[in-house]
């Protein structure tokens, strides 16, 4: 009979977050597949958790995958984490949980920790509905686009950030949606944790340190309903992919796949469009 696979959350900074029935899980599992084995060794240290890890990021996953289904079938069960928070928000493991169901594996969540939650929880602008949508582009010209593309969003939305492109992130914010209120926070649940709430324009001159994880919660648009932005025509969707893709700042199924977010589309409506435009030499 095959094993588990658990899908454990694991603290974002406070070992105390841990919960019961994750440790449990990390003792009673034959193997933890860890993002960083280093940081969930100090995890596993401090609850003196010995079971064995292995390493599973982004470069090795699809290489590794293989190996993991084969002693899930053979009945071993198996702890999947991150470094820190809910694994596969914006972390790897995506194919290795898909191989898993494909192969008939039990996967069960084990809940816990979420800088995404954890953020929108004490921002005091949390909603009925909001959108999680993770790293902005990493270059210029594709943040700008992008988050111009989310300026009618309706919906709360959350994002994550990089310490060192925090700073150009939200004056390219505050250039895409105006001077919204947001939620700026540094270190979640960390010693050194700040959550700031003031508009875009007021972070941008007070001092904060560009240090550590950032999540930012940003009010979505009051003004444009989600219903009223016009569907693009195929020549428009392909310039907006030849400027995302542009010097290689997104591959072209991400580009494809940024754009379908930022229209309210299928990314198999929004290829069949471009391909329509480009044979019809729009």
Request: proline share 6%.
């Amino acid at each position: 009979m095959p094993g588990t696979l658990y899908v454990v959350a694991t603290p974002i900074g406070n070992l105390e977050d841990v919960t019961l029935r994750a440790l449990r899980v990390l003792r009673e599992v034959s193997l933890v597949a860890a993002e960083d084995t280093r940081r969930t060794a100090r995890l596993l240290q401090h609850y003196s958790i010995s079971t064995r890890t292995t390493s599973l990021h982004e470069h090795n996953e699809r290489s590794k995958t293989a190996s993991l289904i084969a002693r899930l079938m053979a009945g071993e069960s198996i702890a999947l984490v991150s470094d820190a928070g809910t694994p596969l928000i914006s972390d790897p493991g995506a194919h290795l949980v898909s191989e898993a169901h494909r192969s008939g594996i039990i996967v069960q969540p084990i809940p816990g920790p979420s800088a995404a939650i954890a953020a929108l929880s004490a921002s005091g602008l949390a909603r009925q509905e909001f959108v999680f949508v993770g790293f902005p582009p990493s270059r210029s010209k594709a943040r700008q686009l992008w988050l111009a593309g989310l300026a009618a969003e309706p919906r709360v939305m959350i994002f994550y950030e990089a310490p060192h492109r925090i700073r150009p992130t939200l004056e390219d914010m505050l250039q895409a949606f105006g001077d919204r209120v947001i939620a700026l926070g540094r270190e979640m649940t960390k010693a050194h944790e700040t959550l700031a709430v003031r508009p875009i324009s007021a972070h941008l001159l007070g001092p904060f340190e560009e240090r550590g994880e950032f999540t930012i919660v940003v009010g979505g648009s009051a003004t444009v309903p989600r219903a009223a932005r016009p569907r693009p025509a195929g020549g428009e969707l392909a310039a907006e992919l030849g400027q995302l893709t542009e010097n290689g700042a997104s591959s072209r199924r991400e580009a494809i796949r940024s754009l379908a977010k930022r229209h309210g589309m299928s990314s198999n409506e929004v290829f069949r469009l471009v391909e329509q435009a480009k044979n019809s030499g729009v």
